[in-house]
C-alpha cells in the first residue's frame, strides 16, 4: 500500500528504531523537512522504493535519502542500495555522501560514516565512549568470555542493551533512548551523520 508523502525530504532507513532515532536528531538539529520511511530491512530497500514512486505527494519530492548500516562489509553495502536505486531507475550517487541526479536528488548515508564495518549502534556506542558505565559494559562481557560463554551474534546490539540498563529508564531500544535523550545526539559521533541530513534537508 502506498504511503502518503508529507516532507520534501524522504529518507528511508531500515526500521522502526532508525525512524526514531533519525527522528530525534533532525529535530536536534532543527530540520523540518524530512520525512523518515522504514523498509523494514534491507533487503526491502528496492521494493519500498517503488512503493514511494506511487504514492501521493511524491511529485513534491525534491531529495531521496537511503541510509543503510554497513555491516560486515561497506563496500557491499552501497552496492546493493546502488542496485536498488538503479532498477527503480532512481540516479546512483558514485560514492556514499555525494548527492546526484535532479528530480528528485538521492544521496546516500552507509553507517558508520568512516567507511569502517559496523552499523548505527557503533555510532551510538561511540558517543558514550566516555561514560563511567562503558567501563561496567566491557567487564560484564569480559566476565561472560571467562565464564565460557559465547560473543553475541550481535555484538554492538548486546553493548548497546546493556549500556542502556544502566540508566534510569531501564529497557529502551535504540530509537527511543535517542527520543529520551540518552544518546548525546550533538556528540562529534554523529557529526557526519549530522552533516548528510543538514545537506539533504537543511
Known amino acids: 500500500m502506498a ?49 514511494v514512486k506511487l504514492s501521493p505527494g511524491f511529485q513534491e519530492v525534491s531529495t531521496i535519502g537511503i541510509v543503510q548500516d554497513a555491516d560486515s562489509d561497506p563496500a557491499a553495502a552501497f552496492r546493493s542500495v546502488s542496485g536498488a536505486l538503479r532498477a527503480n531507475h ?50 560484564y562481557f569480559d566476565c561472560l568470555r571467562t565464564k565460557g560463554f559465547a560473543e553475541p551474534a550481535h555484538f554492538s546490539k548486546a553493548r548497546v542493551a546493556v549500556f542502556l540498563s544502566s540508566r534510569e529508564r531501564p ?16 556528540s562529534d559521533a554523529f557529526k557526519e551523520t549530522a552533516k548528510f541530513l543538514t545537506e539533504i534537508g537543511g
Do not use: Y
Open 90 to 139: 532512481l540516479p546512483v550517487p558514485e560514492r556514499p555522501g555525494v548527492v546526484t541526479g535532479l528530480s528528485p536528488k538521492v544521496s546516500v548515508l552507509i553507517m558508520p560514516t568512516d567507511g569502517s564495518p559496523g552499523m548505527l549502534e557503533d555510532l551510538c556506542l561511540s558517543s558514550v565512549h566516555a561514560d563511567a558505565a562503558m567501563e561496567c559494559v566491557s567487564n
Open 3 to 51: 504511503t502518503e508523502i508529507r516532507r520534501r525530504v524522504v529518507v528511508l532507513v531500515e526500521g522502526q528504531e532508525e525512524e526514531r532515532f533519525f527522528t530525534a536528531l533532525t529535530k536536534h538539529l532543527g530540520i523540518e523537512t524530512i520525512q523518515f520511511l522504514p523498509t523494514q530491512g534491507k533487503n526491502n530497500l528496492s521494493k519500498t522504493l517503488k512503493v
Open 171 to 186: 529497557g529502551l531500544r535504540l530509537g527511543e533512548a535517542a527520543e529520551s535523550g540518552f544518546w548525546p545526539l550533538g
